[in-house]
């Protein structure tokens, strides 16, 4: 099993560009989730996801969008890229809610808004 | 919104236990309480889950008191290898699909 795993590793944008992370798992699991991790700081939940076709709102969604078309699959979108964008992105998912599930995470996608 | 406090950072040496203590004052009646380990360019490993009194797994143990607004993660005879931050989490109090992360305990062992 791959687990959780994320594309592209890495990618640069200049402002005002889109471009779409897909994070993709094969453990079957029902949540999903988007992270975002900055400098010294924790993880913030971008968007997440309970199962097929559903998407919910995290604590930091401006700016993002989502799509769960099929249950392996959790795509994280960026329509118009800001500097303040400039993270580390993670994918994550659990076979339950995740207070009482163990979460696991993708290596992470690097992205850079000039 | 429950929220977790935690030391900012902890040296240690190799072969000591150490103990990481996280405040939960505002912990939820269904919460567990969470920790997960996180390597330099890495995403964040789950460690550890408990809801009250004592947890052991083949990696750490987890004590909670009985009031649950604080737990310890123990991590027995650290290495060099456990040079990491240490998140701990619970439930975000309005639902039990989203745990929220604090900055953690960047913790250092040195030889």
């Known amino acids: 099993n791959a687990g959780v795993t994320q594309t592209p590793k890495f990618r640069v944008l200049k402002t005002g560009q889109s471009m779409t992370l897909l994070c993709a798992q094969d453990?079957?699991?029902?949540?999903m989730y988007w992270y975002r991790q900055d400098p010294g700081m924790g993880l913030r939940l971008i968007h997440y996801s309970v199962g097929e076709g559903t998407t919910a709102k995290g604590e930091v969604p401006d700016g993002y969008n989502v799509s769960r078309l099929k249950k392996q699959n959790f795509l994280l979108g960026l329509e118009s890229a800001a500097p303040s964008q400039t993270s580390v992105y993670f994918c994550?998912?659990?076979?339950?809610?995740?207070?009482?599930?163990?979460?696991?995470f993708g290596p992470g996608t690097r992205l850079t808004v000039l | 919104l429950a929220k977790t406090t935690q030391p900012i950072s902890m040296d240690s040496y190799e072969g000591q236990e150490v103990n990481i203590t996280c405040s939960h004052n505002n912990i939820a009646t269904n919460d567990y309480i969470t920790w997960y380990q996180q390597f330099p360019s890495q995403g964040p490993r789950f460690i550890i889950q408990g809801y009250k009194t004592k947890v052991t797994n083949e990696v750490a143990s987890l004590f909670i008191p009985a009031d649950r607004k604080s737990s310890t993660l123990s991590l027995p005879r650290v290495s060099l290898s456990d040079t990491a931050v240490y998140y701990c989490l619970v439930g975000d109090g309005g639902g039990y699909n989203k745990l929220i992360f604090g900055a953690g305990t960047r913790l250092a062992v040195h030889p």
């Open positions: 453990m079957n699991h029902e949540y």
């Open positions: 994550a998912s659990s076979w339950g809610a995740a207070s009482y599930n163990e979460q696991f």
